[in-house]
């Protein structure tokens, strides 16, 4: 078994690039499905979801070649419209095919993804827009069977939550829809201005991507392009706690530091140096961190992705602070692990209530999802003696070098075989 073994007390100093981001990637790689021809990604991590999905599409007739950080994916020919129960099951973001394929073939057999640790991921607001733009949709024996066979219809949708999956479903299908389609209440994060980026660049006719409200005028067909993946602002904010949780500092380059407003803004407030760059931002902390609340919403509110991290770093605060999870039902399983390192944290409800402590101590613990994982290694940093982390296979799907990156920034960590 792999663990990530980690020696706490080294504050952290030094200069850290990003990768780009995870949850741009995956979408951009389904995107490419619209476009007859060979769509060229570049700035793309070396993380294991990225081959998952690249086995997705090889399984739908697109092939995909990666040199180095950049892929190539040739969606000339589609020979399938389906994505298959093991595929999805391993990573539910193939869900992301379902768009593309409808727009491109008419139908699509993608399997219902599963809920994981962290919630239901139901997909209902996904189904019903797509039935909103003409698409007829049948659930069955585990799969989606979603068909068009006239084609998709521009509509006024109105999404009940910012879902970023369902705006991104949803943008992928309506730009080669007939007519004008109008997505209201749609996520804003800069992976979904990311993804109207390169579509605009294939052809479609997108405004407002970033915006609450996103219109869709359909074209007949997408041209393939070449596209840089926008920095990912959650491997960034992951190594900018990391920075703070250990009383050194950190410069972490390649994001956009406008991306991180509110999770910057919390730092400052929990007493530590921040300093914005062009390509990024530098957060440094003297002594124990103050505590802060935080509320996670859809963007631009505190992101949900950064609230184990923010947790790791709360547990060592001076004072008491509540961490609030509005995006997922049971984001807190870090929490349980935490404690085990000797956090004071009690879950009420969708309300965690951190008492800070002086000091956390080392202990083996369990990666209960990719960002609960990576904020283990934060507590860890930080933790008095040595935390061996299992389930390590968490942290790899989201992080490119993880370990070697830490390493490089002064930390006592190393992956062992045991
Ligand atoms: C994306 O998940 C990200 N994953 C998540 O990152 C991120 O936490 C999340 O957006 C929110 O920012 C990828 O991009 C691959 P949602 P997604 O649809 O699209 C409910 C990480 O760590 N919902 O905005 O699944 C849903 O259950 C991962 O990198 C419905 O009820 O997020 C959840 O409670 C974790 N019905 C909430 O909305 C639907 O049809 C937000 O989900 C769709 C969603």
């Known amino acids: 078994m792999r663990t990530i073994a980690v020696h706490g007390g080294t504050p952290l100093q030094g200069e850290v690039s990003v990768e780009g981001a995870k949850n741009s990637t995956l979408k951009l790689m389904a995107a490419a499905l619209l476009a007859p021809g060979v769509t060229r990604i570049t700035n793309v991590p ?72 962290i919630g239901s991921r139901k997909i209902d607001m996904h189904i019903r827009g797509l039935e909103g733009l003409g698409v007829h949709v049948e659930t069955g024996h585990g799969f989606i069977h979603a068909s068009a066979p006239h084609g998709l219809k521009g509509k006024e949708l109105t999404l ?51 915006s609450p409200v996103i219109t869709i005028t359909g074209v007949s067909e997408l041209h393939p392009v070449e596209h840089r993946v926008v920095g990912d602002r959650i491997e960034a904010g992951t190594f900018l706690v990391a920075g703070a949780i250990t009383g050194g500092a950190v410069r972490v ?31 440094g902390c003297a002594g124990r961190p103050m505590a802060v609340d935080i509320q996670t919403l859809p963007y631009p ?38 404690t085990r390192m000797g956090a004071d944290v009690r879950i009420e409800s969708h309300h965690a209530l951190i008492k800070g402590v002086a000091q956390l ?41 993880f370990v070697e990156k830490m390493r490089a920034l002064g930390a006592s960590i190393e992956i062992r075989n045991n």
């Open 46 to 117: 070396d993380i294991s979801d990225v081959e998952t999905m690249g086995e997705v599409l090889a399984g739908l007739g697109a092939s995909m070649t990666r040199h180095d950080h950049s892929l190539e994916i040739d969606a000339t020919e589609l020979t399938s419209h389906e994505a298959p129960y093991e595929m999805v099951a391993r990573m539910r973001a193939s869900i992301s095919v379902l768009g593309p394929l409808v727009a491109r073939l008419g139908q699509a057999r993608v399997a219902m993804p599963g809920g994981c640790a």
């Open 160 to 210: 009940d939550f910012p879902s970023v999956g369902a705006t991104e479903n949803l943008l992928m299908a309506a730009v080669l829809a007939e007519g004008t389609t109008v997505i209201e209440n749609a996520a804003r994060e800069p992976e979904i201005q990311d993804l109207a980026a390169l579509l605009v660049a294939m052809g479609a006719q997108i405004e407002g991507a970033g």
């Open 253 to 283: 380059r390649g994001f956009d530091p406008r991306d991180m407003d509110i999770v910057l803004t919390k730092l400052e407030q929990a007493g530590c140096r921040v300093q914005l760059h062009e390509d990024g931002a530098t957060v």
């Open 301 to 338: 509110g505190f992101p949900t992705d950064m609230q184990a991290q923010f947790m790791a770093l709360m547990a060592l605060a001076e004072g008491s602070c509540v961490i609030t999870e509005n995006v997922f039902e049971n984001r807190f399983m870090f929490a349980d692990e935490l």
């Open 361 to 401: 101590s080392g202990a083996p613990v369990r990666s209960p999802d990719l960002r609960g994982g990576a904020a283990l290694v934060l507590a860890g940093l930080v933790a008095d003696g040595d935390t061996l982390i299992s389930d390590i296979h968490h942290i790899e799907r989201g992080y490119e070098r």
